[in-house]
């Protein structure tokens, strides 16, 4: 990459103009923490810079500086609105300094929260994963030709788990168990049904192959039939994580002491909408940071397809 | 005379296609002696994948036998090694592991760094040693075919079937790979040769590879003729082509071949 596709990018502009509306006077008569936000700004600015430096793909740099284009012209536009001309009800409406300061101030609150939500969604939906793969290998693999299981499938991932919730409760001791049987019952259903619908659909010629080697029955399921399927296995763990990240927040919303969900209803009770713009900012941060560590997982795992 | 390694005796194979059942072999009959290379040829539609799928274990027949050293044939077995057309290989292993798969599955008791060896040693038999830590889509159509060979030989099985391992690859390289398989067979004469059968629909393949070749006839697939092929061994494809008794062996297969053509067109034996 020449010197130029490094470092002439729009973002910089865009960094430059946001520091510049901060030399506006503010209109908004509330502490608006424009110092935080231009510690942000810069420390982001120095960050893409680094990374400007040592990226090796264009393709890559082009995705990060796309990204924070939005970023630094999404502060722009916000601190317009709320500190700069007022717009914006301010009571419902926060200037962007004031969530970024509101964050560090509740840090560890925030981080015990998200320790929380994470661990209940990890708990539920990695014992679905562990249930449903050898379970839907298994199945898959001993009724291959019409299987009633396929429709059987399909009328329990029909019910939406949200239902679940009040039986949970009256089954189950804790709250958290019944994040945990929510979310595990979102996950189980999506992960076996894509576990059975990858072993029916393993091409027959790589059965064959694997048939003439003589392999044992363990070797048949997990080292032929289960690579074969895993790309399937994995849109049902998608569509499961995904699922367990709107449940595990609902539920939270409706009676946890803790997590995110709880955070963000706790706070709009008391009409502290700072405080429930931070978090929902937060829940998207963590679900976006998981999902990718989930893809990148997976492009791991499947690497040998191209 | 000695017993046949492979002896099928009437074999009678009945498919099942949309509900229609056909006869796709009938009363197929020939044996293949220890060590000797023997070829299956036919029309498309005549049966031979049939015949060999039977011979793998993957297809069960409707009647006659089917004996390796004298005990009848059940299912899968790992005195047989297999190279199909396609997907002899699975797509998640790494060549090298592909072949070591393979090694583990005839030599359980192998230790973990010997296998390695081998796997090492047989890619470079075939012309992989650089290709060993690739997945077999980033290889090419020939060069998946040499790491199925190479997989088929490390198992070291006593029996070779290859299901028209070479008729998916471009006329060159399909050259280029019959040659390696006939220098790996032939071997230095040190070893025993392993009995191979394999099945291809082109002549020039199965004169310059076999001992001996089945010429197959379709609907129903019946043995026409079993052939010896009269040419000595160590074989070079560039100086048997230019002789006299190639080209009238090659002709009297091809007889053989268009007889049931010929019996439907209503004319005489066709020579090409």
């Known amino acids: 990459m020449t010197i130029a596709k490094r470092y002439l990018r729009v973002v910089h502009l865009l960094f430059i103009a946001l520091l510049l509306i901060q030399l506006l006077p503010d209109k908004s008569t509330k502490d608006v923490y424009t110092g935080k936000l231009i510690t942000f700004a810069v420390a982001a600015e120095i960050i893409i810079l680094i990374i400007s430096s040592f990226i090796k793909k264009e393709e890559s740099l082009k995705?990060?500086?796309?990204i924070a284009s939005f970023i630094f012209a999404l502060l722009g536009v916000w601190s317009l609105?709320?500190?700069k001309f007022n717009i914006l009800n301010d009571l419902l409406f926060p200037a962007p300094g004031k969530v970024i300061h509101q964050f560090v101030e509740d840090k560890d609150k925030i981080f015990i929260n998200i320790e929380s939500s994470l661990g209940t969604t990890i708990k539920g939906f990695l014992l679905a994963v562990i249930v449903a793969v050898p379970l839907g290998l298994f199945i898959g693999w001993s009724a291959r030709v019409g299987s009633a299981a396929t429709y059987i499938t399909k009328f329990f991932s029909s019910i939406p788990p949200i239902v679940y919730i009040p039986y949970g409760i009256a089954l189950l001791p804790t709250f958290k168990s019944v994040s945990v049987f929510v979310i595990f019952l979102a996950t189980f259903w999506p992960v076996f049904a894509g576990t059975m619908s990858g072993v029916l659909g393993v091409d027959k010629k790589i059965i064959d192959s694997a048939k003439v080697l003589n392999v044992s029955k363990p070797e048949m399921?997990?080292?032929?039939?289960?690579?074969?399927?895993l790309q399937q296995i994995f849109l049902g763990c998608n569509?499961?994580?995904?699922?367990?990240?709107?449940?595990?927040?609902s539920a939270e919303m409706i009676g946890a002491r803790d997590g995110m969900g709880y955070y963000v209803k706790y706070y709009s009770d008391f009409g502290d909408?700072?405080?429930?713009i931070t978090g929902l900012l937060v829940i998207g941060i963590v679900v976006i940071a998981v999902t990718f560590l989930f893809n990148k997982l997976q492009s791991h795992l499947l690497r040998w397809k191209r | 005379m000695t017993t046949n390694k492979i002896e099928i005796k009437d074999l009678t194979v009945n498919y099942i296609d949309n509900k229609h059942s056909f006869n796709a072999l009938h009363d197929v009959s020939f044996g293949v002696q220890s060590g000797e290379f023997v070829s299956v040829i036919g029309a498309s539609g005549c049966g031979k994948s049939t015949l060999l799928s039977v011979l793998e274990g993957l297809y069960a027949p409707a009647g006659g036998s089917v004996q390796i050293d004298g005990k009848e044939l059940h299912g899968t077995g790992s005195e047989r090694?297999?190279?199909f057309q396609h997907y002899s290989l699975f797509p998640w292993m790494t060549t090298k592991k592909n072949i070591e798969f393979g090694i583990k599955q005839t030599h359980r008791n192998i230790k973990r760094r010997e296998r390695s060896k081998l796997a090492d040693e047989f890619l470079t038999k075939v012309g992989l040693a650089d290709a060993g830590s690739k997945y077999p889509s980033q290889l090419s159509g020939g060069m998946q075919q040499r790491a199925a060979i190479a997989r088929a030989l490390a198992?070291?099985?006593e029996i070779l079937l290859m299901d028209e391992p070479f008729s998916a690859i471009d006329p060159k390289n399909r050259i280029i790979l019959q040659e390696l398989l006939l220098s790996l067979w032939e071997g230095d004469g040190t070893e025993e040769r392993k009995t191979v059968v394999f099945v291809t629909h082109d002549i020039d393949e199965a004169i310059l590879l076999s001992d001996k070749i089945v010429v197959l006839t379709a609907h129903p697939g019946t043995v026409n003729e079993v052939v010896n092929v009269p040419f000595d061994r160590p074989r070079s494809r560039a100086?048997?082509?230019?002789?006299?008794?190639?080209n009238k062996f090659r002709n009297k297969l091809l007889s053989l071949l268009n007889t049931d053509i010929a019996e439907r067109i209503g004319g005489e034996e066709v020579v090409l």
């Open chain 1, 239 to 249: 569509q499961g994580l995904s699922v367990s990240f709107i449940l595990l927040t």
């Open chain 2, 239 to 246: 100086e048997l082509v230019k002789t006299d008794e190639y």
């Open chain 1, 273 to 276: 909408y700072t405080r429930t």
């Open chain 1, 63 to 66: 995705l990060v500086v796309d």
């Open chain 1, 81 to 83: 609105a709320t500190a």
């Open chain 1, 221 to 229: 399921l997990f080292r032929v039939i289960l690579p074969a399927s």
């Open chain 2, 81 to 83: 090694g297999v190279v």
């Open chain 2, 155 to 157: 198992m070291n099985t």
